[in-house]
């Protein structure tokens, strides 16, 4: 196999191919994604630093907002520079680890971020039904632990991926017919059996996935039944 390790059946790299049949339009189909990462990076940029130097901002709405930038441009930052490289200069080959790597930051990340959104939805939730109460019971301590079990479960969900691919032997080449390292795109060039992989995948969306779309639409609709529920028009 191009670029494999014949012993271990690990290959040394991977091959990025970009978008398949469009190789044609790479350049201009990075100016698009060139143009968004950029408006990214500066719009939550600035939020963040806004939120930390206005006294006005340091409340949990606004910190739960900059978590959210933080994970956006740590997002985008794992797989675009190296979309450009691929579109603008050919860098296509990524190397087995590096691929492992961004394939769990990616995925962490969307975890994080789908976390984040949840937390956010139930921040409305104790604003609007216990608006009294809003301040001790989102105290910057609880800020604090929430978002680290945020990220500490999108951690944890996400690196059994790594050590999932990394069992399997890879004889079916080493292209990968994407931008970026995916678990699945990444196993389907395995001739091992990927069933496992494709299990956990799914574990992994109900756990993340699932449960923040769970509580995301609950925490609407008790603030739409509060609301439904007010006893004046004024109020």
């Known amino acids: ?4 390790n014949s012993t271990s059946l690990t290959p040394r790299y991977f091959i990025l191919n970009g978008i398949p049949v469009l190789e044609a339009l790479h350049i201009w189909i990075s100016l698009p994604f060139c143009f968004m990462y950029i408006i990214a990076l500066v719009g939550n940029c600035g939020l963040i630093y806004l939120i930390i130097h206005e006294e006005a901002l340091h409340r949990p709405m ?19 520079p190296n979309m450009l490289g691929i579109f603008w200069f050919s860098l296509k080959e990524i190397d087995f680890d590096a691929c492992l790597v961004q394939m769990f ?14 937390l956010m939805a139930l921040d ?20 604090t632990k929430v978002g680290l079990a945020t990220f500490s479960r999108s951690v944890l969900v996400m ?30 060039l395995s001739c091992g059996n990927i069933k496992i992989n494709a299990i956990y995948g799914l574990i992994a969306a109900i756990l993340i996935g699932g449960f923040d779309m769970f509580w995301i639409s609950m925490s609407y609709t008790m603030i739409i039944h509060a609301v439904v529920n007010l006893s004046s028009a004024d109020a």
Do not use: Q, W
């Open 1 to 4: 196999m191009h670029g494999a």
């Open 105 to 118: 930051f990616i995925h962490m990340l969307t975890g994080m971020e789908s976390g984040v959104l949840m």
């Open 124 to 143: 409305r939730y104790v604003a609007i039904c216990y608006p009294l109460r809003y301040s001790t019971i989102l105290t910057n301590t609880t800020i």
């Open 62 to 80: 606004y910190y739960f907002l900059a978590l959210l930038s933080l994970t956006d441009v740590s997002g985008c930052t794992s797989f675009v």
């Open 159 to 188: 690196i059994p991926f790594t050590f999932l691919i990394k069992r399997l032997p890879f004889c079916r080449g080493n292209l990968i017919h994407h931008t970026y390292c995916d678990h699945m795109s990444v196993a389907k």
